[in-house]
């Protein structure tokens, strides 16, 4: 009896051996890493056919008409994908790049709405579209972008800053950022003629807004990472700390 048991046995033990086989196919193909490689592919060719859009307008082989000039357009779509870029490489050891990807997939959809707001006169027919984006992308994404960076050079040893210490040198940088955008489109206005600077209490109020902005988004990073902290000490304080930090590990 026993063995006449054995063909089917091994026949099952087939089965479960290809259904496992599949599932790690399967698993392999949806993995993070392979759906982190398809986010960088993505957002890296939506930037350069933005950019060869731009890039044709100013050159006069389009002709889609803009209150800012193509050429600021050039260099605000070139300067913010190469600082991504930079950030990036350099934190890419301290945080996941399911987190590059995310907050680079923002910054594209922000470029992508300065531009198509400009095409489409959406900062004049919309009275919130220009404080809106000076707000999450002055201020919320140039804060974190900031932020993390700062953090990175930190576990490098390159500067040592604790928490809040980060949060206002990035803080700083963002700010000092937004002067350096609003001087550009005074300096772009000077040279090419156009109207990008609408006035000092416009400029005063993207400031203001960049600022809130990331203030905001920076109060938030300070109490969760004070919040991590403080939950990984009482882990290891308690008499299942290590063993607690040890699954978190593996789960992550």
Known sequence: ??????????????????????????????SRQYLNI??????RSLLAALL?????????????????????????????????????FISRENHSPALSNAIMLAAVAAL?????????????RIIWYDQVLHFFVGGVLCGTVSFLLIQSLEHRGI????TLGIASF???TTIFLGLIYEFGEYLLDSITGSNSFVSIDDTFNDLLLGVTGSLSILTILVVYFYYARSVKIRQIDSPFGESIKDNKDNLV
């Open 38 to 43: 398809i986010l960088i592919s993505l957002n």
């Open 170 to 172: 990035a803080w700083i």
């Open 112 to 124: 992508y709405a300065d531009t198509l707001g400009q095409v489409y006169s959406l900062f004049d």
């Open 52 to 88: 060869i859009f731009e890039i044709l307008n100013a050159l006069g082989i389009l002709h889609y008409p803009v209150s800012f000039h193509w050429i600021a357009l050039i260099i605000t779509t070139g300067a913010a994908w190469t600082l991504l870029e930079a950030v990036f």
């Open 1 to 30: 009896m026993l063995k006449s048991n054995e063909p089917g046995k091994i026949d099952t033990i087939k089965s479960v051996s290809l259904v496992l086989k599949n599932e790690q196919e399967l698993t392999s193909v949806f």
């Open 159 to 162: 500067i040592h800053l604790r």
